[in-house]
């Protein structure tokens, strides 16, 4: 549960409720707190719970990593076939994680849907724009990657480790890898109602996220073809600008010098040939990488 924000004082309430949830499934568990940074008052309550003899571990960070590494300390010091990943604080009712947590027995990642939703309209709008985008740059059928409540097997934590804001698509990487991702859902938490109001950079964070996103999964390995077809585009707009100018120059005897369209064509063949030249080179990297990158996850082996 990697804590990443000061305003989750009333962390003692929020373990109450996700450990009432998580108890009725009849498992052994254990809670991994991942603190990011200084939390001095989170850090007391969490002690206190531990010397009562709840079931907690602390991790604390030297200094604010953000959420991605705060993920990929939990899984480190995970020990379960069965991970859980929660918010610090309540984004959906416990009572629900039992129901999320025995779907996994027919995939290997669970991630919960907060529907119907309860919080304010600006929310709900924000939430729906980002999905969509999400859905049709990604192509990958998910109505609410911005909750953090998901369910996972262990093996999909192995293989997955996620950096910067890509903690947002760690169903998406999941399922790049040909794990089988489900999404269900769960009653949305009054705690979660609070108005989400960024600001403009931040927006922006996201639009640059998804692209990153959509690179990571269309293009990992072949990106001369998203920079061959870019480039390709834009030199061939310059070259039949140039083309027409040279005709119009050659047939009509219109004059080139006071022309901007030629400086403007001749800079789209050349950058057309810059992008072009970036796709060659992620060609050379991920061939001379190519060992190293693993983009699938085997499932099964039989031997006869």
């Not at 489900?182 to 960024?198: C, I, M, W």
């Not at 870019?230 to 061939?236: D, E, I, P």
Request: contains cysteine.
């Amino acid at each position: 549960m990697p804590v990443t924000e000061s305003r989750y004082d009333d962390v003692d309430e929020i373990y109450r409720s996700y450990q009432n949830g998580i108890s009725r499934t009849k498992l052994s568990y254990e809670f991994i707190y991942v603190l990011d940074g200084e939390y001095p008052d989170v850090y007391e309550k969490l002690r206190r719970l531990r010397a009562q003899g709840e079931p907690i571990r602390i991790i604390k960070l030297a200094r604010s990593f953000g959420e991605a590494t705060a993920l990929n300390v939990g899984f480190q010091n995970a020990h379960g076939d069965i991970i859980l990943t929660l918010p610090a604080y309540e984004q959906v009712k416990g009572d629900d994680l039992p129901r999320l947590m025995q779907a996994l027995e027919s995939s290997d990642m669970i991630i919960a849907r907060r529907w119907p939703r309860t919080d304010s309209t600006f929310n709900r709008i924000q939430s729906s724009i980002f999905n969509a985008l999400q859905r049709a740059i990604t192509k990958f059928p998910a109505h609410d990657l911005g909750c953090g409540v998901r369910v996972l097997k262990r093996e999909v934590a192995a293989e997955l480790h996620v950096y910067g804001e890509q903690h947002r698509f760690l169903p998406l990487l999941a399922h790049r890898l040909g794990f089988k991702v489900r999404e269900l859902d769960a009653a949305q938490s009054p705690k979660d109602a609070f108005r989400r109001v960024h600001r403009l950079s931040e927006y922006l964070r996201r639009i640059i996220d998804l692209l990153t996103a959509f690179f990571l999964v269309r293009f990992t390995k072949k990106p001369l073809r998203f920079f061959g077809t870019v480039g390709f585009a834009a030199f061939m707009i310059g070259a039949l600008a140039t083309l027409w100018l040279v005709i119009e120059r050659g047939f009509f005897d219109v004059p080139l010098g006071n022309r901007p369209m030629l400086v403007i064509a001749a800079l789209f063949m050349v950058l057309g040939i810059q992008i072009i030249a970036i796709g060659l080179l992620g060609e050379l990297l991920i061939f001379t990488h190519a060992g190293e990158i693993k983009e699938y996850f085997v499932e099964e082996t039989i031997n006869d």
